[in-house]
């Protein structure tokens, strides 16, 4: 039974493996594609042509640098400074760098882990009230107006991607609105993507020439993100629980 | 005095307190509603005339809402930012009044009404940052004025490279 059990495992995570390369080159054929690189007028809905999503290579992750993580604490106010009276492990956390090391070879590698936007997310499943939920174009949000901080989606997600706000807070990003009650986690940069622009740990990984991290339309074949996708290849952490994520991995 | 004596008593000085009302009516004062700062449509002033925005704001607010949070529309029209930025008053120290403080704009009304409102528990009272995320520390949260506690947690610094050791809450 054991056996049975780890054979069929492997075979779902060498299909999911597969889907996984083959997603971004698969969507092409047929489909007719609208998306533009500018922003989109500021009156339009999101549409679900663009499926948005993030590729990090972990060869280029440097061990040491947290340039991405400072980059979303400076944007949206979490961290130590945001909740002072809460221990370390109970402080909001949007993204967080890995480290992995190999006991028997040494081999270290680093990654940033973050929401992973999932095309059937599970914080979406389990939300009691419709607060978590995914967008046209694939981003994965809490609408915090309706979110009652039941945590059901933090126990949900196999990523631990989300937290819950434990202290009131005040002078929050006007991009930003956060505050006591709530669980919330990495948007992808939403406000700065619906203006045209890429989550601010892509341009702090740039800024500091590390460029791991690759930002763009999944749907779109001609798009960087894709072109990268498709001649080099891309993992899913958990590839086995068949959530399509919209984050991918290089070298893990 | 007897049992019924009292009671005759209380009855009538509950009366005079109900027909005294009235006259104590008249007498709160109507809230002063700070000016804006530019006027948003030449002909009546705010985003909608005046009337419409006193009775209808918060369905105009709710909509916006719904609309920028689930599909990404981002017109500053009804946006709640929107209103803070234009109807900004100083408060007595100069900066800018928070709501709960008299001068702040929602305030004026929200407090002669009687009505509370949740919007800032996360969205800033206040127009643009310089610093966001800062934590409640003053007098306004009874809880969170630990001077003490304040400065410690402020040494503890860490890096954003710790991986949360247990659950993270």
């Keep these: 039974m054991e056996k049975n059990n780890t054979l069929i495992d492997q075979a779902r995570r060498s299909f999911f493996g597969k889907v996984a390369a083959a997603t971004g080159v698969a969507v092409a054929p047929g489909m007719v594609l609208f998306q533009v690189a500018q922003a989109k007028p500021a009156a339009i809905a999101v549409t679900d042509k663009v499926r948005w999503g993030m590729l990090i290579n972990t060869t280029k992750c440097a061990d040491g640098c947290d340039a991405c993580v400072t980059a979303c604490q400076n944007e949206y106010g979490w961290g130590p400074e945001s909740e002072p009276h809460s221990a370390p492990n109970q402080r909001a956390q949007w993204i967080r760098k890995v480290k992995l090391t190999d006991k028997a070879t040494g081999h270290v590698q680093t990654l940033p882990l973050m929401c992973q936007h999932c095309e059937i997310p599970p914080c979406v499943d389990v939300c009691p009230t419709g607060a978590s939920m995914k967008r046209a174009d694939g981003i994965v949000l809490v609408d915090k107006h309706i979110c009652i901080g039941c945590r059901y989606c933090m126990m949900a997600c196999p990523y631990k991607a989300r937290s819950f706000v434990h202290e009131d807070l005040r002078d929050q990003n006007v991009n930003a609105p956060r505050g006591k009650g709530t669980v919330e986690s990495c948007t992808m940069c939403v406000q700065r993507v619906d203006n045209g622009g890429i989550?601010?740990?892509?341009?702090?990984?740039?800024?500091?020439?590390?460029?791991?991290?690759?930002?763009?339309?999944?749907?779109?074949?001609?798009?960087?993100?894709?072109?990268?996708?498709?001649?080099?290849?891309?993992?899913?952490?958990?590839?086995?629980?068949?959530?399509?994520?919209?984050v991918r991995y290089q070298g893990i | 005095m007897s049992l019924r004596q009292v009671s005759q008593k209380l009855v009538m000085v509950a009366a005079g307190l109900l027909l005294a009302l009235p006259l104590y009516a008249g007498e709160v004062p109507s809230p002063v509603i700070p000016e804006a700062k530019a006027k948003a449509n030449e002909e009546f002033g705010c985003v909608e005339p005046v009337t419409e925005m006193r009775k209808n704001h918060m369905k105009f607010i709710m909509h916006q809402r719904d609309d920028t949070m689930r599909e990404g529309i981002r017109t500053s029209k009804y946006s709640l930012a929107e209103c803070i930025n234009c109807h900004v008053v100083a408060g007595e120290d100069g900066n800018y009044a928070r709501y709960g403080e008299d001068k702040h704009f929602c305030s004026t009304c929200h407090t002669y009404a009687a009505v509370n409102i949740d919007c800032f528990g996360c969205h800033r009272d206040t127009p643009e940052a310089a610093k966001p995320g800062k934590a409640l520390t003053d007098t306004a949260n009874p809880h969170h004025n630990d001077v003490a506690f304040n400065q410690q947690s402020s040494l503890t610094k860490e890096s954003g490279l710790t991986l949360p050791a247990g659950g993270a809450e």
Aim: net charge negative.
């Design chain 1, 199 to 246: 989550p601010a740990c892509v341009e702090a990984c740039n800024a500091e020439n590390h460029n791991a991290m690759f930002f763009g339309d999944l749907n779109d074949p001609e798009s960087e993100i894709s072109k990268e996708l498709a001649a080099n290849g891309g993992e899913q952490i958990r590839a086995d629980l068949g959530l399509n994520t919209g």
